[in-house]
């Protein structure tokens, strides 16, 4: 009896070993690989990488902003390029839908939002809570560039950028502000003298190393690694922007010295002509947009901007400038389906093309085509009256947005030199 008691419990010994050998191993696989990242199991209910510094991060802010209501919105490129070459996935998730961190998750130093400035009712408590959250958090301001010059304001301070940091991830919040010609404007991050360099790593920043313009988003809401955020409803369209989005201001301060040296012309033909001419730049720019055409202000049009920040009321025409590779075969009647017909067509596509349109009022549009050889660029001119034909050489230069007649426009980043090249040195009383 005594044996068989012996046996009995040996085997039962050996079936509980078994058991708990087998439930060890099941639960390595389905609950600490999971967590571990090892063996990744990519069964139902399973959250991988979810417990990322960056996805928390960003969970945190999202509910910090939510909670706030303020309607921020990703900008952040590195994410926005992974979503847009997944864009159907991300537009059919659902929230909390998951089961795989696969965007907020990706290793980067930061996470791009912005917000539109005038859209942000409550900037103080936010910044407070933020702090009570346990984000440590940066603001940055600077003058309006807008009031530079006027003494009674050019001392205003608006937001530019807020930097947030939580564990070892970072938030740049981009704040972006409303502009004539319904675009969005961000400042340039400058790192004042009290500023901890070692706070994060500026230099990788993806915005405000220069002000920058950008056209008005529309946006979308989706969800993303099971977070509800807003993207621009163009993910493309926001990327290609980002490049190209650097931005220059008319000499505010210069211009208003320039008209208290030279009065400014306000007869009554002087206010027509700039009145026709702005609705010709806002035609053209109609015209060259659909087009698909890049174009940015030249010779008087570019010094009126540049030197008084308005167009030049006895200069008659609005020149613009257009890089011969983006000629289009049908510009001309594009122009001409917008109503203005073509005056003057002198050189060849291969050589000092120039087109000049008919406005309305006897105000004329110009169009200056541009040809790049190894160190410098040129374009043709030709006297309408003798056909004598000129070469204008311009040093090499890149384009930046501005503002002038309540339109984002391009002009040439090198402006000082780009003007000089067309007028000399000294271009006040022209």
């Avoid at 390029?81 to 795989?100: M, R, T, Y």
């Avoid at 000049?356 to 050889?373: N, P």
């Avoid at 503002?403 to 000399?424: H, L, Q, S, W």
Wanted: hydrophobic share 40%.
């Amino acid at each position: 009896m005594s044996r068989i008691n012996k046996n009995v419990i040996l085997a039962l010994l050996t079936l509980t070993s078994s058991a708990f050998l087998l439930f060890q191993l099941y639960y390595y696989k389905h609950y600490l690989s999971a967590k571990n990242g090892a063996g990744l199991s990519k069964s139902k209910g399973s959250r991988i990488g979810f417990d990322g510094t960056q996805w928390r991060t960003v969970k945190k802010f999202i509910m910090l902003t939510s909670s706030q209501n303020v309607p921020v919105f990703l900008i952040d490129p590195l994410i926005l390029e992974l979503i847009n070459k997944n864009f159907e996935q991300v537009k059919n998730a659902s929230h909390g839908s998951a089961s795989e961190c696969k965007f907020f998750c990706v290793p980067r130093d930061f996470t791009a939002f912005a917000l539109q400035y005038h859209l942000w009712k409550n900037e103080e408590s936010w910044f407070r809570i933020a702090e009570n959250m346990g984000f440590q958090c940066l603001k940055f301001e600077s003058k309006d560039p807008r009031l530079d010059g006027i003494d009674s304001l050019s001392g205003t301070e608006i937001p530019l950028h807020y930097i947030c940091t939580l564990a070892s991830h970072a938030v740049h919040l981009v704040v972006f502000h409303e502009r004539s010609g319904n675009y969005l404007w961000h400042g340039h991050l400058r790192l004042k003298g009290h500023i901890d360099r070692k706070f994060v790593p500026f230099r990788k920043l993806q915005f405000g190393r220069y002000p920058g313009a950008f056209d008005r988003p529309e946006l979308q809401q989706v969800t993303i690694d099971g977070l509800e955020v807003l993207i621009p409803k163009d993910p493309m369209h926001f990327l290609e922007e980002i490049p190209h989005s650097r931005f220059i201001e008319c000499r505010y301060k210069e211009a208003r010295a320039f008209f208290q040296q030279y009065l400014d012309d306000n007869t009554v033909e002087a206010m027509a002509f700039r009145k026709s001419a702005k609705e010709l730049m806002q035609l053209a720019a109609k015209t060259l947009k659909k087009l698909g055409v890049r174009f940015w202000l030249s010779s008087g049009t570019c010094l009126g901007w540049y030197r008084q920040c308005g167009i030049i009321p006895y200069s008659k025409d609005v020149d613009l400038g257009i890089f011969i590779q983006d000629y289009k075969s049908d510009i001309i009647s594009a122009f001409q389906d917008a109503g203005l017909p073509l005056k003057h067509k002198f050189g060849k596509v291969e050589d000092s093309l120039e087109l000049s349109f008919q406005g309305k009022d006897d105000v004329k549009l110009d169009i200056f085509f541009f040809y790049e050889e190894t160190d410098y660029m040129w374009n043709g001119g030709t006297q309408a009256k003798t056909g004598k034909k000129f070469k204008y050489l311009f040093p090499k230069f890149t384009l930046c947005w501005t503002e002038f007649v309540d339109m984002k426009v391009r002009v040439p980043c090198e402006t000082i030199e780009y003007i000089e090249a067309n007028y000399g040195k000294n271009q006040q009383g022209m």
